[in-house]
């Protein structure tokens, strides 16, 4: 039988997962504290995510990929700050201490720590229903964070990669299917779900170029487009053409008007949706597309409310969007 301190040493303090990034804390798991410098220059930027089995991810799914996709999405609002991930903790609660699942767990999370250089430097662990929850931190350049407030009217709206996957996978994940799939389509819907990529890399060059207003998709993009309206006092024009959307969306939805539904209302694919003013198009462009696709997909404007390029009002349902026409 496995005690809590040897799950904690056989699993989390592993090298892979507490040195995963280049920002080592001073001291990391297994004292009371870990104690982390912030360097020179920076600011400390934190967030927190609960996840509970059954509700935010099925519990039956394999063990990495509830690890993988669960530091993924709490990494993505580092994103969205346009922060550098440095150290996560990781809050554990276990209906048992199952070595096989743990083994697994600590995998998928090693896998996205690695990937984006986040070091997992203390948690807790106590026995009940299983529930994660991670504490991420970031570091940001003195005053060089992004945020919701700062969209001004004359502004693009810009999305990365493609939209409404993640939400494409869904009906297939509540019929039960849980094995990757064989078709190529459907495979890529089940691995924009389970596997989504915070795009870390793409949000510090945004900083880089001189934006300053970012949100990650995780309820949909007019939900969270609407926090940037909201917090910022403007509205947005959208162009639905131009959504991006994928091949596989597209061909295992190739109503138009579907299409567009899924990638306007549907959550999970934690992509960034940022504004910048037009005189940075080229450069996002030039900058953000060899890391992924980018696209333009709407202006900032001073009326509240989100209308089409037409100048049709859009509003969001529980059913989805609807003009009012
Ligand atoms: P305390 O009783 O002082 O809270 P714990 O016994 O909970 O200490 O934890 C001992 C050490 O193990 C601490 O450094 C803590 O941060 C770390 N730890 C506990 N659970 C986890 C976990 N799930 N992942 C990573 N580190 C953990
Ligand atoms: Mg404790």
């Not at 360097?39 to 993988?68: C, K, N, R, W």
């Not at 945020?147 to 019929?175: E, F, H, N």
């Not at 529980?318 to 026409?325: E, L, P, R, T």
Request: charged share 15%; glycine share 10%.
């Amino acid at each position: 039988m496995l005690s809590e301190f040897g799950l904690i040493a056989r699993y989390f303090q592993q090298p892979g997962l507490a040195n995963a990034g280049p920002w080592s804390p001073q001291l990391g798991i297994g004292d009371d504290c870990a104690v982390m410098s912030v360097p020179e220059g920076y600011q400390l930027v934190v967030s927190m995510d609960t996840l509970v089995a059954d509700v935010h991810f099925p519990a039956v799914a394999s063990p990495e990929l509830i690890g993988y996709r669960a530091l993924a999405i709490t990494v993505s609002d580092l994103a969205a700050m346009g922060a550098e991930p440095a150290w996560f903790t990781l809050g554990l609660t276990l209906p048992e201490a199952n070595s096989d699942w743990l083994a697994g767990f600590a995998e998928g999370l090693q896998t996205l720590a690695q990937k984006v250089g986040i070091s997992l430097i203390g948690g807790d662990t106590t026995r009940g229903p299983l529930t994660i929850t991670l504490q991420v931190h970031g570091l940001v350049k003195k005053e060089k964070w992004l945020s919701r407030q700062c969209a001004k009217p004359g502004d693009d709206i810009w999305v990365t990669g493609t939209l409404g996957d993640a939400a494409a996978w869904l009906p297939y994940l509540q019929q039960g299917l849980e094995e990757k799939p064989t078709d190529e389509n459907l495979r890529t819907l089940w691995n924009r779900y389970y596997f989504p990529t915070p795009r870390v890399v793409e949000a510090q060059k945004a900083v880089a170029l001189g934006c300053r207003c970012a949100i990650d998709i995780s309820d949909g993009l007019l939900a969270d487009l609407g926090h940037i309206l909201t917090m910022s006092q403007v509205g947005a024009q959208l162009d639905f053409s131009s959504l991006p959307a994928s091949q596989a969306l597209q061909q295992l939805l190739p109503e138009l008007e579907k299409q567009q539904q899924i990638m306007l209302t549907g959550g999970d694919d934690y992509e960034l949706c940022f504004t910048a003013p037009p005189h940075l198009a080229g450069d996002i462009t030039h900058s953000l597309s060899p890391l992924c696709p980018v696209s333009r997909i709407g202006q900032i404007i001073e009326t509240p409310g989100v209308f089409t390029t037409s100048g049709q009002p859009v509003s969001i349902s529980q059913q989805g969007y609807q003009h009012f026409n």
